[in-house]
Antibody, heavy 126, light 107 residues
Framework: QVQLQESGPGLVKPSQTLSLTCTVSGGSISSGSYYWSWIRQPAGKGLEWIGRIYTSGSTNYNPSLKSRVTISVDTSKNQFSLKLSSVTAADTAIYYC??????????????????WGQGTLVTVSS | DIQMTQSPSSLSASVGDRVTITCRASQSISNSLNWYQQKPGKAPNLLIYAAFSLQSGVPSRFSGSGSGTDFTLTISSLQPEDFATYYC?????????FGQGTKLEIK
């Protein structure tokens, strides 16, 4: 059974960089047709996709955050990471990591998040 | 970005009711539509992928339909554990986007 676990500081000061790591267990991060994603959710609000990485290192980011986001992968540790720079109070949220599975059918690609971490609350405050 | 709009935003229903939640995309997304259930303090849980495919382990009372811009999630007979918030998500193109959520409450 695949499991994901987020870790990192729960409190970050404004203008600093938020850094989180997602550790994958129960399977290799390098195997299969998977992307590895970050999603966030401000308290009481909806879900926002931040970005994803493939094990080759290829990334896609949400344009709304692209200038501040870096996602990287460390296959030797079975981990992937998120860095979000120049944070403000608007970046306060629960941050989730998730596995994105993709497949092709009838010439179309289909993708969905089948495993999620439990989420970690990051508060931006001085 | 593709905008996803769910309706209603909240819904009161009773155990045993049949419930339908609608999701509309701002442009055609073929069948690239997923549904998730989220309970308080928990991560979202995948229910339906590719518009109508039931994720393994999800009860058969959940079903999805639609194509193009209009999609529905139906719960055929509400159970106590189904009271939660439901989100649709398009994965037709990045950035992936979610609907604003539908909170299903007990009447």
């Amino acid at each position: 059974q695949v499991q994901l676990q987020e870790s990192g500081p729960g409190l970050v000061k404004p203008s600093q960089t938020l850094s989180l790591t997602c550790t994958v267990s129960g399977g290799s991060i390098s195997s299969g047709s998977y992307y590895w994603s970050w999603i966030r959710q401000p308290a009481g609000k909806g879900l926002e996709w931040i970005g994803r990485i493939y094990t080759s290192g290829s990334t896609n980011y949400n344009p709304s955050l692209k200038s501040r986001v870096t996602i990287s992968v460390d296959t030797s540790k079975n981990q992937f990471s998120l860095k979000l720079s120049s944070v403000t109070a608007a970046d306060t949220a629960i941050y989730y990591c998730a596995r994105e599975y993709g497949y092709y059918y009838d010439s179309s690609g289909y993708y969905y998040f089948d495993y999620w971490g439990q989420g970690t609350l990051v508060t931006v405050s001085s | 970005d593709i905008q996803m709009t769910q309706s209603p935003s909240s819904l009161s229903a009773s155990v045993g009711d049949r419930v339908t939640i609608t999701c509309r995309a701002s442009q055609s997304i073929s069948n690239s539509l997923n549904w998730y259930q989220q309970k308080p303090g928990k991560a979202p849980n995948l229910l339906i992928y590719a518009a109508f495919s039931l994720q393994s382990g999800v009860p058969s009372r959940f079903s999805g339909s639609g194509s193009g811009t209009d999609f529905t999630l139906t719960i055929s007979s509400l159970q106590p554990e189904d009271f939660a918030t439901y989100y649709c998500q398009q994965t037709y193109s990045t950035p992936y986007t979610f609907g604003q959520g539908t909170k299903l409450e007990i009447k």
